[in-house]
């Protein structure tokens, strides 16, 4: 079965600090992906995703991830925090090659920017 | 193109109703997922559906229903409702060949 680990269900950085959100992964064949967004009472908004075309992964709003097989990791970083950034942030995985798009979350981790 | 839309954006209903949830997907996105989304589980898939076909379901009992139209347009159904099925509900429609689905703005479902 596959599942979405993410640590830290509250993570709280500086304007103008790096931004890393941590995600391990389990799935017992080649997943895909996935990092959403999600800003206050919106749906989810697909920030980046790994299909198996370039272990690191460059997104929206210049977020960037890397797929470690070797860790079981797909990270999420940003150089540089901004206020807007304040949101909560969801990493998914899905079967590649499945027949359904079946999505497992993580349990999310809200981000706070202090000024 | 339009994005996902979801109707209506917010309901309130009581305990023992039910409730109708509709959901139109990106034009020429074939497959709809549903989600719940509350504070205490996160996020939960409901089903899928492509072509008209339920193709997959989570781990919700029977009283969580859905169907698609051949115009793609998905409605899923909650009857009986309970305190619980108060959440975020959130439809994400997908026509590519990688699983990325585009989510809808949900709709807040809340149960009295």
């Known amino acids: 079965a596959q599942s979405v680990t993410q640590l830290g269900s509250h993570v709280s950085v500086s304007e103008g600090a790096l931004v890393l959100l941590r995600c391990n992964y389990s799935s017992s064949v080649p997943p895909y992906l996935f990092w959403y967004v999600q800003y206050p009472n919106q749906g989810l908004q697909l920030l980046l995703k790994y299909t198996s075309a370039a272990t690191l992964v460059k997104g929206i709003n210049g977020f960037e991830a890397e797929f470690k097989k070797s860790e079981t990791s797909f990270h999420l970083t940003k150089p540089s925090a901004h206020m807007s950034d304040a949101a909560e942030y969801f990493c998914a995985v899905s079967d590649k090659g499945g027949a359904t798009n079946k999505l497992i979350f993580g349990t999310g981790t809200l981000l706070a920017v202090q000024p | 193109k339009a994005g996902v839309t979801q109707t209506p954006r917010y309901l309130i209903k009581t305990r023992g109703q039910q409730v109708t949830l509709s959901c139109s997907p990106i034009s020429g996105h074939r497959s709809v997922s549903w989600y719940q989304q509350t504070p205490g589980q996160g996020l939960q898939f409901l089903f899928e559906?492509?072509?008209?076909?339920?193709?997959n379901k989570g781990n919700f009992p029977g009283r969580f229903s859905g169907r698609q139209f051949s115009n793609s347009r998905s409605e899923m159904n909650v009857s009986t409702l309970e305190l619980g099925d108060s959440a975020l509900y959130l439809c994400?429609?997908?026509?590519?060949?990688?699983?990325?689905?585009?989510f809808g703005p949900g709709t807040r479902l809340t149960v009295l």
């Open positions: 994400a429609s997908s026509g590519g060949t990688v699983n990325e689905q585009f």
């Open positions: 559906y492509f072509s008209e076909t339920q193709r």
